[in-house]
Nanobody
């Protein structure tokens, strides 16, 4: 089970940190992803972190502004968001990628098996 939190309302240029807490003792084995979905749009990839936290990958739209990290001792993955823009407004979801060798791109939603319930981020201009 995944529980995302930390969303809220922030002005453009501001920062937020999202957290995704996972239950279960095998959290540290899995790669994790963050996605977001704006009203009327498809869910889109934001970023990915491998099981050990040493490898990250970001969508071009957030590269340089967002940072993913994880604390396996706390079963938690984080999404630090800086220099937020109104176009970052969306519901943000975390997800577990249980098989990183499946051949499915980490940027695709079908590469992920378990999803959290999402947390709303609203950036005002």
């Amino acid at each position: 089970q995944l529980q995302a939190s930390g969303g809220g309302l922030v002005q453009a240029g501001g920062s937020l940190t999202l957290s995704c807490a996972a239950s279960g003792r095998t959290f540290s084995r899995y790669a994790m992803g963050w996605f977001r979905q704006a009203p009327g749009k498809e869910r889109e990839f934001v970023g990915h972190i491998n099981w050990g936290g040493l490898s990250t990958y970001y969508a071009d739209s957030v590269k340089g502004r967002f940072t993913i990290s994880r604390d396996n001792a706390k079963n938690t993955v984080y999404l630090q968001m800086n220099s937020l823009k109104p176009e970052d407004t969306a519901i943000y979801y975390c997800a577990i990628r249980s098989d990183p060798y499946s051949g499915t791109s980490k940027t695709r939603t079908d590469a992920y098996d378990y999803w959290g319930q999402g947390t709303q981020v609203t950036v005002s201009s």
